[in-house]
């Protein structure tokens, strides 16, 4: 089974600032998929950035960017220039790869992270 | 392109009773899956259906709770006899047949609150 480690429950940054949020995992799967999703208030999931384990380039969505490290089972998203619209928790999650079909995510358990004005 | 369509946003439910929610998957989305969100806590995965068929029902409790995804219409998640512990957040998602790197798409999630 897989699982998903986020160690940090809370943190704030300075609005324009950059920021990381990390995020371990473990498995025994060679092919797999990672995730960034982003939860704000209004409770809808939002996809922010995904990664492909067989690809070695970071992903990168616009101010979004990720650090996957996969030796060392790492996956951490960069926030630069922070926005107060960016308050919101994040949850990253990992999906294993099927040739039959689709697996389920499986989700750590969240950094609420706080953009201050 | 509406996304995925969940209702009720909110119920509320006094234990004993039936709890029904819905989901609508997106346009093209044939693949449906449901998590619950406990306060504080991440996702966790309940069941994974395509149409008139179970794929992976792991998650599921095995009491009281069930899943279907008809031919026609949304896919509805029941809870019978309900208690406060099932008071939680339960989000649907959907995707094609195959998702990949696409992941899945969400909805906004129905908050049951038993009382």
């Known amino acids: 089974a897989q699982t998903v480690t986020q160690s940090q429950p809370e943190m704030s940054v300075q609005e324009a600032e950059t920021v990381t949020l990390s995020c371990t995992y473990d498995?025994?799967?060679?092919?797999?998929?990672l995730f960034w999703y982003k939860q704000p208030p209004s409770r809808q999931m939002i996809l922010v950035i995904r990664?492909?384990?067989?690809?070695?380039q970071n992903a990168t969505e616009n101010r979004f960017s990720v650090n996957f490290q996969k030796a060392a089972k790492s996956f951490s998203l960069k926030i630069s220039d922070s926005q107060l619209g960016d308050t919101a928790m994040y949850f990253c999650a990992f999906m294993k790869h099927s040739n039959f079909g689709n697996e389920k995510l499986t989700f750590g358990t969240g950094t609420r992270l706080t953009i201050i004005p | 392109n509406a996304g995925v369509m969940q209702n009720p946003r909110h119920l509320v439910r006094r234990r004993g009773q039936e709890a029904r929610l819905r989901c609508s998957p997106m346009?093209?989305?044939?693949?449906v899956y449901w998590y619950r969100q406990l306060p504080e806590e991440g996702l966790k995965f309940m069941v994974y259906?395509?149409?008139?068929?179970?794929?992976?029902e792991s998650g599921m409790p095995k009491e009281r709770f069930s899943a279907e995804f008809p031919k026609e219409g949304p896919s509805i998640l029941r809870i019978q006899q309900v208690v406060r512990g099932d008071s939680a957040a339960y989000f649907c998602a959907s995707s094609p047949p195959v998702a990949g790197s696409y992941g899945y798409t969400f909805g906004s999630g129905t908050r049951l609150t038993v009382v």
């Open positions: 498995t025994s799967e060679n092919n797999y998929y």
């Open positions: 259906l395509q149409k008139e068929n179970i794929i992976d």
């Open positions: 990664q492909e384990a067989y690809k070695q």
């Open positions: 346009k093209g989305h044939s693949h």
